[in-house]
Antibody
Framework: EVQVVESGGDLVQPRGSLTLSCIFSGFTFSDHYIDWVRQAPGKGLEWIGRMRNKANSFTTEFAASVRGRFTITRDDSRNSVNLHMNDLETEDTAVYYC????????????WGQGTTVTVSS | DIQMTQSPSSVSASVGDRVTISCRASQGLDNWLAWYQQKPGKPPKLLIYSVSTLQSGVPSRFSGSGSGTDFTLTVSSLQPEDFATYYCQQTLTYPLTFGGGTKVEIK
């Protein structure tokens, strides 16, 4: 069975840092890209970043709203991916989701349960 | 950035109704369009990718169509479990972008 367990959400002060984690199981993790998506309270979905697989050199893409502040790492030996968030702003308050990307056709077909990040003093 | 505009933003419908949701992109997407369903407190669920390909396990009452910049999600006969918010997403270019969502409510 394909599963994702997300963790790491917390209350953090503005300009603080936080790392979110996802651990995947039930499939060949190393084959897939992983995306991060967030949803501010009462708002729609916002794609924030992508980590490609080893075959594509573990390269990343980010939305402008987080570029330079957020990074993504992955450890294929542990089937895990981390979202490292620095210099957090109140506007970063949201539920954060990691998601597996379908190969070749795109689309996020396996989602974590979400973890809540609150940025507030 | 590619802007994705969904309409309507909300729709009231009854069980058994046919519901159509539109999604317009600010530039052509080829086949790089997906649709998601989200229920309150839950992560989104992939319904359709590549404009019209049904994700495994999704009921056949859901269908996607369109080309270029104009796309449609249709639910042929709305069921109680279909009341939710629906999002389109383009995956042609970065940043990947979602539409603003369409909430399907019970009439």
């Amino acid at each position: 069975e394909v599963q994702v367990v997300e963790s790491g959400g917390d209350l953090v002060q503005p300009r603080g840092s936080l790392t979110l984690s996802c651990i995947f199981s039930g499939f060949t993790f190393s084959d897939h890209y992983i995306d991060w998506v967030r949803q501010a309270p009462g708002k729609g979905l916002e794609w924030i970043g992508r980590m490609r697989n080893k075959a594509n050199s573990f390269t990343t893409e980010f939305a402008a709203s987080v570029r330079g502040r957020f990074t993504i790492t992955r450890d294929d030996s542990r089937n895990s991916v981390n979202l490292h968030m620095n210099d957090l702003e109140t506007e970063d308050t949201a539920v954060y989701y990691c998601a597996r990307v379908r190969p070749r056709t795109d689309g996020m077909d396996v989602w974590g349960q979400g973890t809540t990040v609150t940025v507030s003093s | 950035d590619i802007q994705m505009t969904q309409s309507p933003s909300s729709v009231s419908a009854s069980v058994g109704d046919r519901v159509t949701i539109s999604c317009r992109a600010s530039q052509g997407l080829d086949n790089w369009l997906a649709w998601y369903q989200q229920k309150p407190g839950k992560p989104p669920k992939l319904l359709i990718y590549s404009v019209s390909t049904l994700q495994s396990g999704v009921p056949s009452r859901f269908s996607g169509s369109g080309s270029g910049t104009d796309f449609t999600l249709t639910v042929s006969s709305l069921q109680p479990e279909d009341f939710a918010t629906y999002y389109c997403q383009q995956t042609l270019t970065y940043p990947l972008t979602f539409g603003g969502g369409t909430k399907v409510e019970i009439k």
